[in-house]
């Protein structure tokens, strides 16, 4: 029986699903955007100018990081132990703004993660308002004002 099972997991190979291919019955066509009622296209693209934003204050930080080093290296020398306290107060200062910049770039990764929270949200809502109640033409008129004249 364990032979038989472990031939036939072989044979039909299984892809992991997707979100996308989660959906259902408003699953996409074959080469196109999925069609999700209710759903934005802007919802289903990802995020790329902030993972380059983060991935540029990251590389600042990393180069302020670089050019302390090479601050204390041509310090010492130059002058020699001289230069100690005046490269203390260089070393902290390029420190805390590499560190801010680095915290900068982490900020932008969290930025990310709340987008797709929020995409999530959009989308879990879009799916059960559909799936609650289809639309009706109704739905789509403006309620009329509570003096009952209408607009023209």
Excluded: C
């Excluded at 020699?80 to 200062?93: D, H, K």
């Excluded at 900068?104 to 109640?133: E, K």
Aim: glycine share 10%; aromatic share 2%; net charge neutral.
């Amino acid at each position: 029986m364990t032979e038989q099972r472990r031939a036939v997991d072989a044979a039909t190979p299984t892809k992991a699903a997707s979100p996308i291919d989660r959906l259902g019955h408003v699953l996409k066509a074959e080469g196109e955007m999925p069609v999700i009622p209710d759903v934005r296209t802007s919802d289903l693209e990802p995020y790329v100018g902030l993972r380059y934003l983060s991935k540029l204050f990251k590389l600042m930080g990393v180069v302020l990081g670089l050019l302390l080093v090479a601050e204390i290296v041509t310090g010492v020398v130059a002058q020699g132990s001289a230069a100690i306290p005046t490269l203390l107060g260089e070393a902290s200062r390029l420190i805390v703004l590499a560190g801010l910049l680095w915290g900068v770039g982490d900020l932008a990764i969290l930025l990310i993660d709340v987008g797709h929270d929020v995409r999530a949200a959009r989308i879990l809502l879009a799916r059960q308002t559909h799936a609650v109640a289809p639309p009706s033409p109704a739905a789509s008129r403006a309620p009329e004002p509570a003096n009952g004249v209408g607009r023209p």
